[in-house]
């Protein structure tokens, strides 16, 4: 079972077609979780998913649905290595709102090349300053390239 949130994500059906589909028959909605989200079979969501998927990818994308940071980030991946930064972005900002740094500065990359999101240098520079705080060692790196410091001189330039 996948929410419906998430299933408009895989699809890129609109929640409305969804509602009509489940309402004239066509899908079958399942109970609602936990938390009340409206849910849906996966078997059902399958014909109209834009993304190649291996039968593996469904346990992470359920994960994903039920707000694993990490599960997050790696259907954010599935969707990147598919071309479709747009769905990525959803997936990272979920994972990168929970502090998960390979989230953040994925995310960052996508608003400093404005892939699948409208290209902000604030925000990027934003996003990739947290995960270099977290400890990202790439985004450390990349801050380091962009503040001309040597990434073993994180403490002089007042790093954590």
């Given at each position: 079972m996948i929410s419906i949130d998430t299933a408009v994500r895989l699809t890129d059906l609109s929640r409305r077609t969804l509602w009509r589909r489940i309402g004239g028959g066509g899908l079958e909605r399942?109970?609602?979780d936990s938390r009340g989200r409206a849910m849906?079979?996966?078997?059902?969501?399958?014909p109209f998913v834009t993304v190649p998927l291996e039968s593996s990818d469904w346990a992470v994308i359920e994960k994903a649905d039920a707000g694993e940071a990490e599960a997050q980030n790696d259907t954010a991946m599935l969707f990147l290595s598919a071309g479709r930064p747009r769905s990525a972005i959803?997936?990272?900002?979920?994972a990168a709102e929970q502090d998960y740094p390979d989230a953040m500065q994925l995310l960052a990359g996508c608003y400093l090349a404005g892939a699948g999101i409208d290209k902000?240098?604030?925000l990027g520079l934003?996003?990739?300053a947290k995960a270099a705080a977290k400890g990202h060692l790439i985004a450390?790196?990349?801050?380091a390239a962009i503040l001309k410091v040597r990434p073993s001189s994180y403490s002089e330039a007042g790093w954590p």
């Open positions: 399942g109970t609602n849906i079979e996966v078997e059902a969501v399958l959803y997936w990272l900002e979920r902000d240098e604030h934003m996003w990739l450390r790196q990349q801050m």
